[in-house]
C-alpha cells in the first residue's frame, strides 16, 4: 500500500496550488482521504477530509473556503486545490487514509500515509 503526494512548490502570497495524492495497492472507494499539514516547529495540523461514501467534505476553519478536496476513485487520486494561498500555509502537506472522517482529525488513527510534500508560500 502506498500513498504519495505531488504538486508542492513555492508559490507566492495569493497564489494557488493543486496537491494529489495518489493511492496504489489500495482500494481508494473503500478509504475516507485526510489532508494533514506540519509546520516546522508545530504539531501536525488536519485540515480537510473527503468521505468514502458520498464524498462529504470537511474543512478546519483555517483552510475553508480557500481549499477545495475532490477525489477521482477511476484514478485512485484525492486532490487538494489551494487558493489564496497565505505564509502560514507553508508546511509539509501529507495525505492519510482511515475508513471514516474524523472530526477532530487523529493522526494515530489513520490506516496509511503518504511521505509528505512540501508547500512554501513566500515572496
Known amino acids: 500500500v502506498q500513498l504519495v503526494e505531488s504538486g508542492g512548490g513555492l508559490v507566492q502570497p495569493g497564489g494557488s496550488l493543486r496537491l494529489s495524492c495518489a493511492a496504489s495497492?489500495?482500494?481508494?472507494?473503500?478509504?475516507?482521504i485526510h489532508w494533514f499539514r506540519q509546520a516546522p516547529g508545530k504539531e501536525r495540523e488536519g485540515i480537510s477530509c473527503?468521505?468514502?461514501?458520498?464524498?462529504?467534505?470537511y474543512y478546519t476553519d483555517s483552510v475553508k473556503g480557500r481549499f477545495t478536496i475532490t477525489r477521482d476513485n477511476a484514478k485512485k487520486t484525492v486532490y487538494l486545490q489551494m487558493n489564496s494561498l497565505k505564509p502560514e500555509d507553508t508546511a509539509v502537506y501529507y495525505c492519510?487514509?482511515?475508513?471514516?472522517?474524523?472530526?477532530?482529525?487523529?493522526?494515530?488513527?489513520?490506516?496509511?500515509w503518504g511521505q509528505g510534500t512540501q508547500v512554501t508560500v513566500s515572496s
Open positions: 492519510a487514509a482511515d475508513r471514516i472522517c474524523y472530526s477532530d482529525y487523529p493522526p494515530d488513527r489513520m490506516s496509511y
Open positions: 495497492g489500495l482500494a481508494l472507494d473503500y478509504y475516507a
Open positions: 473527503i468521505n468514502r461514501r458520498n464524498g462529504i467534505t
